[in-house]
């Protein structure tokens, strides 16, 4: 029941990104446009061969539709589940099951957001959710969402294993390192874990640098079936294997604050893929605020639980650490335009691909992505990615 | 006929914290709903909560408007066995300290046991 069958079947051939930063001018349809029609040039392929598409917006419904009149495609597969931003690493499950089946030959996975420039931003976003999509048992106490319900959940990991503030700011601290030697990356200025701790705050125990970056930014990357991705013009990353789980929608509906879905979905991708932690040389864990990377490793196996903190401390995940965990800044530093899915994605690619100049992770052959969804770490998934070496 | 929610709802305006508890597996059922979800049983019957709890996790938000004071937000694990969400005022909020409940304009209203409001 582990879906082994799946295990390299399918390959990422192209990836792309646009405007990740500021992109003022350009709208969501555009930023994603432009990220989707790199990702296809990277492929080698042609907009008129991409007959799959999952992709996913927070503000727009029917967005699927939306994206397929603007691409001028006609796909025989279209995914649009949206389970928050781990929906795009969620979509390598369903894009493997349409291409193994012969239903398509090139999914394109897309997303695009102008939430920091744009009109119709964070903000008007959050008070239009509030009547389409109420929470009657929370919304009286008036959580600052996203920062509250993670920060709830820090606050109870700091009761139940000690982790403190400083380790908590590791993860930032950590996270701009890698920043700084990435070209794309937004935030690249010195920072410490006195910067850190010394932020405003913004919902205890969190301050601003605990949050994630508001940025405008696309991302896109084409997957097809593992024996057309010899053709490619770049080398091809496959995907060894992938597992979603969603266990809640609001916070006070989590079981336990201190345990993620990725304990779930991260035995579903290890299973797959015949890989364990150990195994993997990079990782890319969706860092909305600094407890989720802690979270990830406790949940994903790379330390005990509640030995988060501890294990991040001295620098443990920056450069030069002893394991390499979101090498392109993450969402903390480089680039988080609402749904982060894609850009963990493209950067375990370009890692695997060797193309990441001075962050490059060495001889990197296995990478993790863990996607991270909704308000309250609701809904996770993971993807183990590797070099043609792995299969 | 009204559902669950709005069961609970006009409880809450009426001043009164109500649970659902289940007669399958005798737990005590938050949110509201049609069915138990921890053993799909329908026999749902409503009672007033006791009031007592425990704070579960908490958080201040500092994001307001100028001029107004950073507020509490917190979860609570109640004794009948359900945790939600709340507003804690006290002094000082502290993980794992006991509080009892009161209902104030139909939200969740907490005080750390032996401090009265
Ligand atoms: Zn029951």
């Known amino acids: 029941m582990s879906g082994s069958s799946l295990r390299g079947s399918i390959a990422i051939t192209g990836v792309g990104t646009a405007g990740c930063g500021e992109a003022a001018g350009l709208s969501e349809l555009e930023l994603l446009a432009l990220a989707a029609h790199a990702a296809v040039v990277d492929a080698g392929l042609t907009m008129a061969d991409i007959d799959g598409l999952c992709t996913a917006n927070l503000n727009i419904a029917m967005w699927p539709l939306n994206v397929v009149e603007y691409l001028g495609i006609r796909p025989t597969f279209i995914e649009g589940t949206n389970i928050g931003g781990s929906a795009f690493v969620a979509h390598l499950l369903q894009a493997a099951l349409a291409l193994q089946a012969g239903i398509c030959n090139a999914v394109l996975v897309c997303y695009g957001s102008n939430q920091r420039t744009g009109t119709f931003g964070r903000r008007e976003r959050t008070i239009a959710r509030n009547s389409l999509d109420p929470a009657p048992y929370e919304a009286p106490y008036a959580p600052f969402n996203p920062p509250s319900s993670y920060a709830l959940i820090a606050a109870r990991h700091m009761h139940q294993y000690g982790t403190t503030r400083p380790q908590l700011a590791e993860v930032a601290v950590a996270a701009r390192g890698w920043a700084r030697l990435n070209p794309e990356a937004f935030s690249r200025d010195p920072l410490s874990i006195e910067d850190v701790l010394n932020a405003r705050m913004v919902s205890d125990p969190f301050g601003t640098h605990d949050c994630c970056l508001v940025t405008d930014g696309g991302g896109a990357f084409v997957l097809t079936r593992a024996e057309r991705a010899k053709d490619a013009p770049q080398p091809s990353v496959y995907m060894l294997g992938v597992g979603t789980a969603a266990w809640h929608r609001t916070i006070s509906g989590m079981a336990d604050l201190t345990i993620t879905p990725s304990v779930d979905s991260g035995c579903r991708a290890y299973a797959m893929s015949g890989l364990g932690p150990a195994d993997i040389d990079v990782l890319q864990l969706y860092d909305a605020f600094t407890i989720n990377p802690i979270l990830a490793l406790e949940d994903l196996g790379f330390c005990a639980k509640g030995e988060g903190g501890p294990f991040v401390e001295g620098g443990a995940i920056g450069p030069g650490g002893r394991l390499p965990v979101n090498t392109n800044g993450g969402g903390l530093s480089c680039v988080q335009p609402n749904m982060y899915g894609t850009f963990a994605v493209i950067e375990a690619v370009r890692q695997l691909r060797g193309s990441c100049g001075d962050r490059q992770v060495a001889g990197a052959r296995a990478a993790l992505v863990n996607g991270n969804g909704g308000n309250a770490a609701a809904s996770q998934a993971t993807a183990i990615l590797g070099t043609a070496e792995t299969l | ?117």
């Open chain 2, 1 to 117: 006929m009204n559902g669950p929610d709005e069961e609970f709802r006009l409880a809450l305006e009426s001043g009164e914290l109500r649970l659902q508890h289940c007669d399958g597996c005798a737990r005590a059922v938050f949110p509201p709903r049609i069915f138990c979800p921890h053993c799909g049983g329908t026999a749902l019957a409503w009672r007033p909560a006791q009031g007592g709890g425990e704070v579960y996790s908490s958080t201040t938000v500092h994001m307001v408007p100028k001029g107004q004071a950073p507020y509490n937000v917190s979860l609570v694990a109640l004794d009948e066995g359900v945790r939600l969400m709340g507003r804690v005022e006290g002094r000082q909020v502290v993980i794992g300290q006991r509080v009892t409940l009161r209902v104030e304009k139909a939200a969740l209203i907490f005080s750390p046991e032996g401090e009265t409001p």
